[in-house]
């Protein structure tokens, strides 16, 4: 199977979904309590095709859909592609999506985003998963790998090569073990760059916000949650280092302890199974 026939087929699982500022596409496998996973960069929903039929053999319902600027959403030119922008973009997709009460897990970039989303609607959260995020956002710094997608010149040219075989290196240095084929690995690319040549996913790149006021806000709704939360890491993820950041967002949402699984930054891809039984477990034991 070629890469745009991965792409192709991956389409073809999903639905659009109409929201107020940018449409999308949803995918949803399964029946029971709703798990809406939420993507970072450089991804997009696409990441989480391994983890929704996982879910969805353990009873519950696998929910992702793109960011805008990414994946199949749409990227409008003058979208707020700000950590702020996103969560409020991603309420009202999950408003869009018919969804009440959900369990959250959130990866990479989605966490920040997801953060800000448990701020502005605490009381619909029912459980958080956190899987190699990031909490301590004023003074986060982009991995060397993914810096030059933020710089206005050498940004077109660093994303013009991941529409490349360059992209197969490049993730299977940071991103996962043996889990996806080269074609997946090319569909990456695909879908950042598919319609704008990821322009708006280099706006996404430059509305990081490192600061403490972001980081205040989203480190006060996660200390004042009532929902139970967990962590789970890609071990040998060389981008969110296990020992650093780990212990960081363990600390915010008062947990002594993580899980780990074998996975770089994308553990979707190579451990996809082990995390759809952490988040069935865990939602089993809080009898929810």
């Given at each position: 199977?070629?890469?745009?026939?991965?792409?192709?087929?991956?389409?073809?699982?999903?639905?659009?979904?109409?929201?107020?500022?940018?449409?999308?596409?949803?995918?949803?496998?399964?029946?029971?309590?709703?798990?809406?996973?939420?993507?970072?960069?450089?991804?997009?929903?696409?990441?989480?095709?391994?983890?929704?039929?996982?879910?969805?053999?353990?009873?519950?319902?696998?929910?992702?859909?793109?960011?805008?600027?990414?994946?199949?959403?749409?990227?409008?030119?003058?979208?707020?592609?700000?950590?702020?922008?996103?969560?409020?973009?991603?309420?009202?997709?999950?408003?869009?999506?018919?969804?009440?009460?959900?369990?959250?897990?959130?990866?990479?970039?989605?966490?920040?985003?997801?953060?800000?989303?448990?701020?502005?609607?605490?009381?619909?959260?029912?459980?958080?998963?956190?899987?190699?995020?990031?909490?301590?956002?004023?003074?986060?710094?982009?991995?060397?790998?993914?810096?030059?997608?933020?710089?206005?010149?050498?940004?077109?040219?660093?994303?013009?090569?991941?529409?490349?075989?360059?992209?197969?290196?490049?993730?299977?240095?940071?991103?996962?073990?043996?889990?996806?084929?080269?074609?997946?690995?090319?569909?990456?690319?695909?879908?950042?760059?598919?319609?704008?040549?990821?322009?708006?996913?280099?706006?996404?790149?430059?509305?990081?916000?490192?600061?403490?006021?972001?980081?205040?806000?989203?480190?006060?709704?996660?200390?004042?949650?009532?929902?139970?939360?967990?962590?789970?890491?890609?071990?040998?993820?060389?981008?969110?280092?296990?020992?650093?950041?780990?212990?960081?967002?363990?600390?915010?949402?008062?947990?002594?302890?993580?899980?780990?699984?074998?996975?770089?930054?994308?553990?979707?891809?190579?451990?996809?199974?082990?995390?759809a039984q952490l988040i069935s477990s865990f939602i089993?034991?809080?009898?929810?």
């Amino acid at each position: 199977m070629s890469f745009k026939e991965v792409v192709s087929a991956w389409e073809s699982r999903g639905k659009a979904l109409i929201v107020e500022g940018a449409n999308s596409r949803i995918w949803r496998e399964g029946n029971g309590k709703p798990v809406v996973c939420l993507h970072g960069v450089p991804a997009s929903g696409f990441l989480y095709r391994k983890v929704l039929p996982e879910l969805a053999v353990r009873g519950l319902l696998g929910i992702t859909f793109d960011l805008p600027g990414m994946g199949f959403s749409d990227r409008p030119l003058n979208f707020d592609y700000t950590w702020s922008g996103l969560s409020r973009w991603t309420v009202n997709a999950i408003d869009a999506a018919g969804l009440d009460q959900f369990h959250l897990v959130v990866h990479d970039i989605g966490g920040p985003v997801g953060f800000d989303v448990i701020r502005q609607i605490p009381g619909r959260v029912l459980s958080l998963t956190a899987l190699n995020t990031l909490v301590k956002t004023a003074s986060f710094h982009r991995p060397w790998i993914m810096e030059p997608f933020a710089h206005p010149i050498i940004g077109p040219i660093w994303v013009a090569s991941i529409r490349t075989p360059m992209i197969i290196p490049l993730m299977r240095t940071i991103g996962m073990h043996d889990g996806p084929s080269n074609d997946d690995l090319r569909a990456y690319g695909y879908l950042l760059t598919r319609s704008d040549g990821g322009s708006a996913f280099r706006k996404v790149m430059r509305g990081f916000e490192r600061t403490s006021e972001f980081e205040n806000r989203i480190v006060s709704a996660l200390k004042a949650r009532k929902f139970p939360a967990q962590v789970i890491w890609g071990a040998q993820d060389p981008a969110l280092k296990m020992v650093r950041y780990a212990p960081e967002i363990c600390e915010v949402l008062g947990l002594n302890f993580w899980h780990q699984v074998r996975g770089k930054h994308f553990l979707q891809e190579d451990s996809p199974k082990e995390i759809a039984q952490l988040i069935s477990s865990f939602i089993a034991s809080q009898g929810q």
